[in-house]
């Protein structure tokens, strides 16, 4: 059964993720600190709530104040969203997904990148057709 979606991110959700990914553990301070342009303390705040109501992070007190972290892995919460994007781009379909990629990154993969494309691509395919379906590495 497959995980359920994780909610889509706005802007300003995606790089308050992006700091706490990066730091591992922040409190709305530190958080605000980082943004670029950043919004009001109060505003930083309110986004941390709505990013803990959404499933993305979690708190703990410290001293008297809250200290975020992330709920997920960064790659999962990476792959969720991807899933998302996938959706609501692609129609649903990893082929567009993946050519519209690789048509606009192809001269930024190295050989190696590409060699081991093809060979998830190869170890997807063997999944399908024996009928079943591959789990993540």
């Not at 730091?23 to 990013?51: F, H, N």
């Not at 499933?55 to 997920?72: F, I």
């Given at each position: 059964?497959?995980?359920?979606a994780?909610?889509?991110l ?37 986004l ?42 692609f ?14 990154s ?32």
């Amino acid at each position: 059964m497959p995980k359920p979606a994780v909610p889509s991110l706005s802007r300003r959700e995606r790089q308050i993720l992006d700091v706490i990914y990066r730091r591992g553990r922040a409190s709305a301070a530190d958080v605000t600190s980082e943004l670029p342009d950043a919004p009001t303390y109060t505003t930083v705040r309110g986004l941390l709530r709505i990013l803990e109501e959404k499933g993305h992070v979690r708190h703990e007190e410290d001293a008297g104040r809250y200290v975020y972290s992330p709920s997920l892995p960064r790659e999962d919460a990476g792959a969720s969203q991807l899933q998302h994007v996938v959706r609501t781009f692609f129609d649903g379909s990893a082929f567009k997904a993946m050519a519209a990629f690789l048509g606009s990154s192809r001269d930024e993969l190295s050989d190696a990148e590409l060699a081991r494309l093809r060979a998830i691509v190869e170890d997807a395919g063997k999944g399908s057709r024996t009928g079943k379906r591959r789990t993540r590495r």
